[in-house]
């Protein structure tokens, strides 16, 4: 079984990068970008007690688990929130994730 995923990242220019993604680390979506170099605060360290991890789901939505009643809480602080707004730290990299699109919350 393939261990990898792909995870499109919308830059803040528009243009998409495809980044290839291991499913088997155990790694949520926070901590793999946190590696790529993105940058996300994750001041809580991936507690979803602070949305600095935020993201904005632009295609693959359906292939996300459902949001925890604390996701929901803390994404609901935010005044900017989006209906495709998630917590990247609250994502864990899946086989199911594969073919997702997201771009950092807030940046345009």
């Keep these: 079984m393939e261990n990898n995923i792909t995870i499109y990242m919308q830059e803040p220019d528009g243009s998409v990068t495809p980044h290839e993604a291991p499913t088997d680390m155990g790694l949520s979506l926070m901590e793999f970008l ?3 170099e993105y940058d996300i605060l994750a001041t809580c360290g991936g507690m979803a007690l ?3 991890c935020c993201v904005d789901v632009l295609e693959g939505e359906e292939k996300l688990k459902e949001m925890t009643d604390d996701e929901y809480a803390m994404l609901d602080t935010l ?3 989006l ?3 998630r917590l990247a730290c609250q994502l864990q ?3 199911d994730m594969d073919g997702l699109k997201v771009k950092l919350h807030g940046v345009s």
């Design 83 to 85: 209906p495709n707004s």
């Design 93 to 95: 990299l899946s086989n």
């Design 79 to 81: 005044p900017d929130l």
């Design 50 to 52: 602070c949305a600095t």
């Design 34 to 36: 946190k590696a790529s």
